[in-house]
């Protein structure tokens, strides 16, 4: 691992950029989207409710939940948080591309998407500009409740970006630099500023551009390999329902309270800026991300396990795809800035 200097929240050249209040959704569209985003997986979720009630769980239904929990939250923390939005290690293009499909298997928007919104959450956390913060302009316990539900449920409807940010990729497919120079000050194009190394990036951006294959392949591949273990269209039924359906919603809603419960539940030991706490049940949910603290003060590291009782599955797995030759350059902060860094010295 390699030591840098500084750490940045992203390798962007482009300064931090003031912020102006969203275009709202209209009401009709707001509904479509809470549906969209909310409503259809938590109807996945009572699905697999509904199918425990009648026939129960087998070990081979929670095996490959399990599995398809794991694989979508790799591509999710390793992939699209600390490689995609915060490079915080280098590796091969045919890895590179496994990390972008694991994660877009998630369903949580395409790998420069969410490495857009992540961004912008950095260079404005806890502050205006902030698009997921649950204490932005909340005062008192009322306030903090409902800031903590808009974080963990809501948010996304203060970001109509995320509608059109797909669209002006395509637009901008054969001049990135027109898209990086533009003057627009639309949030899409203000979120897209922020990923100058991804967007240069062609074939990434071509791989990005299958996003909508990427989410049916994280349904389709479960569904297969239950109705393959089990030879019949029962089997395939539940792989889909737990493999896809109960592990989608399961996996956002872990994701979502990183915004939610990252910033609000969890002790604060190094000196970070903002509300960012290290939570040790949201760490191992979200195979490190909530050590939340850690991540805010040191983004660009590639591990977020600094004291040696915190356990890191990510960082792990990195650790281990680097003696296999698979990544390399793993960046981390000095000992010096660890120490300087912590609120207890
Ligand atoms: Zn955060
Ligand atoms: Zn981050």
Request: charged share 15%; glycine share 12%.
């Amino acid at each position: 691992m390699s030591a840098l200097p500084s750490f940045s929240s992203a390798p962007s050249s482009t300064p931090a950029e003031p912020t102006q209040t969203p275009e709202p959704l209209s009401g009709a569209r707001r509904a479509l989207v809470l549906f969209v985003v909310q409503g259809l997986p938590l109807l996945g979720f009572c699905a697999g409710v509904w199918l425990f009630l009648r026939e129960g769980v087998s070990g081979w239904d929670l095996g490959l939940m399990g599995a398809m929990y794991l694989l979508t939250m790799v591509g999710i923390e390793v992939g699209f948080h600390r490689y995609f939005a915060h490079r915080t290690f280098e590796t091969t293009r045919p890895l590179r591309a496994l990390f972008l499909i694991l994660g877009s298997m998630a369903g949580q928007g395409s790998a420069l998407l969410w490495s857009a919104v992540h961004r912008t959450h950095h260079a404005h956390t806890d502050q205006p500009g902030d698009l997921h913060s649950p204490l932005l302009g909340r005062r008192g316990f009322w306030g903090g409740l409902r800031g903590f539900f808009w974080a963990q449920f809501l948010w996304y409807l203060e970001v109509p970006a995320i509608g059109r940010f797909g669209r002006l990729l395509d637009r901008y497919r054969a001049s990135p630099a027109d898209l990086l120079a533009s003057r627009e000050e639309d949030q899409a194009h203000r979120i897209a500023r922020t990923l100058p190394d991804l967007l240069r990036d062609e074939p990434l951006v071509r791989l990005n551009q299958r996003y909508g294959t990427w989410v049916l392949l994280g349904f389709a591949l479960p569904t297969l390999a239950g109705g393959l273990v089990t030879g019949s269209w029962a089997g395939a039924l539940r792989g889909l329902v737990w493999g896809g359906l109960v592990r989608y919603y399961v996996v956002q809603q872990v994701t979502f309270a990183i915004n939610s419960v990252g910033h609000t539940m969890g002790v604060r030991s190094l000196n970070s800026r903002d509300t960012s706490r290290n939570n040790v049940v949201m760490a191992l949910l979200t195979l490190g991300a909530g050590w939340h603290n850690n991540h805010h003060a040191f983004p660009g590291s590639a591990r977020v396990d600094f004291r040696w009782w915190q356990v890191d599955l990510g960082g792990l797995l990195l650790r281990l795809l680097a003696r296999l030759g698979l990544v390399w350059d793993l960046r981390e902060p000095s000992p010096e800035a660890l120490l300087a860094a912590r609120l207890d010295r």
